[in-house]
Each structure stands twice: as structure tokens, then as C-alpha cells.
């Protein structure tokens, strides 16, 4: 017997939803800190290791909630509210992609500057799914309801900060770019960075929900 | 005791969801008159105020549909499903969502002129969201289905309209439009113009699904 | 009494589920089988048909995921979860919604020249929504759920082709398309070609996690 096999068979069933969202917290953090990183990076070399790690992570992130929807299938009780399981796995899974939609895009529209806005961009992104993986790992004692609300507060905050740096950054963007390729460059990348946080503040409020039941 | 908490003392549980929606109606209607009016103001200044209105108003959406949410975790016993509810409270805070988003667009995007395609937007969307408002206004008593069938009805009817006149603007645009960035940022508006009348049409879609379990 | 009521009457209430989808299924592959053909033909005029055709099948599936909710309220009693007939009417209805805003968008945009990325996402989608029905049409009997499982393995390598052929074309769009309208067009078109099998999967991912309570 393996020791894969061995955990499963002393895990009460409705613990394996813990983990899957502990392994998705995770996930989500390191994806950020790979891009974050990779926008302040110097050498093009790196930025392709960047693409490379973060497709491995978003596989691994689809397959995860791919196990999260058959345990939901497998198992009649759950931890939570299945309808509540189901909102969160999905807006985690939009989390990750448009992380990678947002790393894709630079390579895809072939934008070889990256600019104080990225990286700003880059730095709430990373804040944001720190404070989704505090809440996230909040979820499996229970004991420490305050902690996760405040994490989940935390969320909603850099969420609001990222539409601030939009805003700022279209404003500037229909004001001084003349070149209408190069505005539709960083208009759709800027957008798809914001919707990043969104995704963040959509699980963050499952979150929210799921635990105003507890309390 | 404040008058608030008398209040409270003295309305059934399950009351304080229709209030709710009912807040949620008045508000995105509120919203949509500002906007339209703003978009027939001659005058620069009242368009700012305009700005500065929406913004209130969004944000007074974005805590009712919070306050919803956690209503929703608190009681046990809704007066209909709670996905129902959670559906309905989603799709309402977009239609909130989008119309801030046009207002912003037009700012950021720089747009001076406004011109006939987006007041005709602006008064399609004062339209849809007067006809939401009677619909949600109908849940509470539920004595009149027909009327809230009816309001439904005329909701997915200006989400048709809505869909014409952007099929319409489009068209002109990409056949007359010879300066990318104007005609990137007209394109833009008048599509998230045209998704505040989807994000109507799908509130109208619940609230239809919700009276058929009642009659 | 019309041979309709007489089959309805014989027919188990929830037996009216499989049959509006399965009527949904084969809908969404004949649009899919319409706006591919029409992509390789040569003259406009049958272009022009297609157009009508599509649109009335887009109305046909409106009116089939309507159905599909009412059904949802009048029955107590459904074949699988609620909330599962919910969400895939859902994005079946999304599919629909992309195959006939693609089709538009040829016109709206006034795209002159078909070229073989937009036949080779013509084909891709057909093939997504041939898979598609091959799963729709398994849930009635649930006795065959390896094939079932198969065919929403296939729906997610056709949209994992659709990705690739998405990435490819917008790197090589950004490099060559020196005309910024040009680029708008083809972009815009492009990801709405794209988006048709995401809704697919999307689909695919709630016939999967409805069949694994049944294994």
C-alpha cells in the first residue's frame, strides 16, 4: 500500500476539501510570486522560465479543482454547503487563469517593456492571493473566525487598490498614447491584470459567506 | 433602543430580504436616471457630479448586496431558494457594476463628445432597470405573477433593443470610423453599455424562475 | 388531443429534462455545422443565409433554455441536482450566445476576407459540439459512462486546440497587422471564436461532475 493510499484511508472523506483548497492557496500564491518576479527580472531569459513554471502551475491548479468536482460528485456530506464548494473551486480556477492569461498576453501581444504599471499591477496581485491563502487556510479549524474575515478584508482592500491603479493607468493611456497598437496592447493587459483581483475579491466573498454560518 | 433595532425586533426574518431587493431595485434605478441624465447635460460640471453620484451609489449597492449575502449565511429559512437568492443578488450588483463602468469609460477613455448611439443606451438601460424595479418591487406580496411575468418581459424586451442598437453602432463604426482610438474607445463604451441590459436580463430571468415556483 | 400532449402525458415528468436537452445538443451542433460551412464558402449570398439560419437557431435555444427553467420551477422531483440542471442549461445556452455573437461580429466588423484561422476555429467548434452531444445524449440512459466520460475528455482537448490556435494567431497578428482596425477586428473575432469552446468545456465540466454520483 501506498502512502498516498494509507493518508486516504485514515482522512475522514470531508478533510480531502481542505486540502485541495490549502494546495489551491498555495498554488495561487507561488503563481503570483513567479510573475511578480519575472516583471522585475532584467534578462529575457528568465521571463521564458516564467511562462514555462507558470503553465506547470496552472495545469496543476485545473487538475485540483478537476478533484475537487469529483469529490464533490463522490461525497454526500461536505464540509460546507455544496453550492458554496462549487462557487469558490470555480472562482479560484478563474484566479489562475487569468494569471496565466495575463503572463500569455505579454508574450502574445509581444510587449518587450514592462512598465512601473505591470509591476504594480504584479505587486497587489501577489498581496491579494497572500491574503486569499491566510483566509483559505483559515477554513479548516474554524477557530479563528476573526482572522479570515479580516484576511477576506484584506482581499476586498487590494482589490479596490488594483481599480485604483486601472483607472490611473487608462486615464494615462487615452491621454498620452498616440500609437493605437501599442494602446490596445496595454489597455487588454492592463484589464486582464485587474480582473485577476476581481477573481480574488469573487472567492473571497464565498469565503465570507461560508463562514457568517459559522458564527 | 434605537428606531433601527425596534424595527428589527418586530419584522419577521425572512422580511428583510425583500427590503433588501427592494433597496437594490430603487438604487440601480437611481443610478440609471444620473447617468442619462448626465449624458443629455450640456454643461461639463454636472457631468463630474454625475460622476461623483455614481460612485456614492455603487458603493451603497456593493453593501447591500454584502448585507444580502450575510443575511443569507444568517437565516436558515429564506422566502425562496437560496441559490435563487444568491443569483439574483449577483447578477443585480452587475448591473450596478457595468453602469459605473460606462460612466468611468467615458472619463478614461477620454470621450468629449457624447452622441446619439449612448443616450439612446442611457435610455434603454433607464428603461430595463424601471422595468426590473417593478418586478422586484412584485416579490414581496407575489398576489400579482402576471404583472411580475409582464415586467420580466419588458426587461428581456429592452436587453433586444439594447442589442440592435449596438449590432447598429457597430456596424457604422467599423464601416465610418477611420481613427483607431476613437474607434476603439466608442467600441468599448457602447459594449459595456449594452452588458448593463444583459446583466438585467439575467436578474429578470431569476426573478422568473423564482414566481414559477409559486404559481 | 394533439399527438404532443399525448406524448406528454405518457411521459414522466422528469423524462422532459433529457429531452430538451438532447433538442439543445443537436441545436448547437447544427449551428456549429452552419457557421462552418458557411466560413468555406465561396459566394456571400449563402453567407447572408447563414446569418438568418443561425439567428433563428440562437432564438430556437433561448426559448429551449426557458423551457428548461420553467421546468425547473413546475418540477419538485428532477433527474439530477437542481443546481446541476441549472448551471449547464447555463453555459449550454452560453455556447449558443458566442457561435451567434461570433457570426455577427463577420458582419458587424465588416470582415471581408475569411481566412483559415477562423476555418480552423470553425472546425474546432464543431468538433467541441459534436463531443458535446455525444455526452448530452448519454445522460439519458447512464449506462454507457465510460463513453460519456470520453466524449467530455474530448470537449476539453478540442478547447485546449482552441487555445493553441488562439495563441498562435494572436502572436502572429501582433507581429505582421501593421493596421491597428484591422488588428481590432480579427482580435475581437478571434476570442469569441475562442470563447465558444470554453462554454463547451464549461458544459463538458457539469456532465462530468453529474455522472460521477452515478458511478
Redesign the interface.
Known amino acids: 500500500m501506498g502512502l498516498n493510499s494509507f493518508v486516504k484511508l485514515f482522512t475522514p472523506k470531508d478533510r480531502v476539501f481542505y486540502s485541495i483548497f490549502e494546495e489551491v492557496a498555495d498554488n495561487l500564491n507561488v503563481m503570483s510570486q513567479v510573475f511578480r518576479d519575472a516583471l522585475y527580472e532584467k534578462e529575457d531569459e528568465k521571463k521564458d522560465n516564467m511562462l514555462i513554471t507558470l503553465e506547470a502551475l496552472e495545469r496543476k491548479n485545473d487538475e485540483a479543482t478537476r478533484r475537487l468536482?469529483?469529490e464533490?460528485?463522490?461525497n454526500f456530506i461536505t464540509p460546507f454547503d455544496?453550492?458554496d464548494i462549487?462557487y469558490l473551486a470555480g472562482s479560484l480556477d478563474d484566479v489562475a487563469d487569468y494569471i496565466w492569461l495575463s503572463a500569455?498576453s505579454i508574450?502574445?501581444?509581444?510587449i518587450n517593456e514592462v512598465n512601473d504599471t505591470m509591476r504594480a499591477f504584479s505587486d497587489v496581485i501577489l498581496s491579494a492571493t497572500g491574503a486569499l491563502r491566510v483566509a483559505l487556510l483559515g477554513l479548516r479549524n474554524m477557530k479563528d473566525l476573526k482572522a479570515i474575515t479580516d484576511a477576506c478584508g484584506k482581499v476586498n482592500y487590494f482589490e479596490n487598490e488594483a481599480d485604483k491603479i486601472l483607472?490611473k493607468a487608462?486615464?494615462h493611456l487615452?491621454?498620452t498614447e498616440?500609437n493605437?497598437?501599442e494602446?490596445?496592447?496595454l489597455?487588454e493587459l492592463y484589464q486582464d491584470m485587474e480582473t485577476v483581483t476581481n477573481k480574488c475579491e469573487d472567492s473571497a466573498?464565498v469565503i465570507?459567506?461560508?463562514?457568517?454560518?459559522y458564527s
Chains 1, 2, 3 share one sequence.
Open positions: 468536482f469529483l464533490l460528485g463522490k455544496r453550492e462549487h500569455k508574450v502574445n501581444y509581444d483607472d487608462l486615464r487615452f491621454l498616440k493605437p497598437i494602446l490596445i496592447k489597455k466573498n465570507e459567506s461560508i463562514i457568517i454560518k
